[in-house]
């Protein structure tokens, strides 16, 4: 069943599969809640998924201009007291993290726990900025930007793994849609160091070993950062859930249980 509710001038869409306790599996960078297509069955046998479109998802709609944390935390709240499930099990994945971690911190009562997946606090972190900064000086020449997107969401052993027909398949994917630079803007403009001591929710915050957008090492310093997170680190590349799906699967049914 699809939502639509309109959240200071932002129009956004959420999905909501299955029935039980809440889990909710917010997107990152990309085209919305599509990207979980493919896990969020694992869930509806004791879940009901909430699956939002926030502000630079192909589903929402506002005005085009440059997106922050506090209005997509906003817009993920009202998602959450729309659904009615409050309090809920919350899963963000990279720019998604950002977000989940913003609203673990500043509205504590819709949370029961939370698992930020390859997320960061800040971008500080050199690598992280020229990383951003690349990805979004290739705008202007598609297949670059496609190439480049790809490149740093799997590993090096994930991309040896595929056959070239799926290679170039996932090379031309990824393309510079005006949200998706939106999205990539605001990741350069991050910086929750500040919240993150006044999450309350038991966290588990999931890093990537071989993360080539968002280096490990930010992950852990998140885990650092929260108090009485626990940490677990996947074997894979930035987008984990691609790589190694069973895993992923396991971590989040285990920590939520």
Request: hydrophobic content about 40%.
């Amino acid at each position: 069943m699809t939502h639509h509710l309109t959240v200071s001038g932002t129009r956004v869409a959420y999905r909501t599969l299955g029935d039980g306790p809440a889990l909710v599996l917010l997107h990152g960078t990309g085209p919305g809640s599509v990207t979980w297509d493919g896990v969020a069955g694992h869930f509806t046998d004791r879940n009901t998924v909430i699956l939002p479109d926030l502000g630079g998802s192909d589903l929402a709609e506002d005005d085009g201009a440059p997106l922050t944390v506090e209005d997509l935390t906003r817009q993920l709240a009202a998602v959450i007291e729309h659904s009615g499930k409050a309090p809920v099990d919350l899963l963000g994945f990279s720019l998604g993290a950002v977000v989940a971690l913003s609203l673990a911190a500043t509205r504590p009562e819709l949370v029961r726990r939370l698992i930020p997946i390859s997320g960061w606090a800040h971008t500080e972190d050199a690598y992280l900025r020229t990383a951003l900064q690349i990805w979004l000086s290739l705008a202007g020449t598609p297949d670059a930007f496609a190439r480049f997107s790809m490149l740093t969401a799997f590993s090096r052993r994930h991309l040896n793994s595929l056959s070239p027909e799926d290679l170039e398949s996932r090379a031309t994917y990824f393309q510079p849609h005006p949200g998706r630079l939106r999205q990539i803007d605001l990741g350069r403009r991050v910086d929750l160091r500040h919240l993150l001591p006044r999450i309350q929710a038991p966290t588990l915050v999931v890093g990537a070993a071989h993360d080539g957008l968002i280096p490990v090492e930010n992950s852990r310093e998140l885990h650092a950062a929260i108090p009485g997170s626990s940490y677990l680190e996947l074997d894979t590349g930035h987008v984990s859930s691609a790589e190694r799906l069973d895993d992923f699967v396991k971590l989040v049914r285990d920590f939520t249980a």
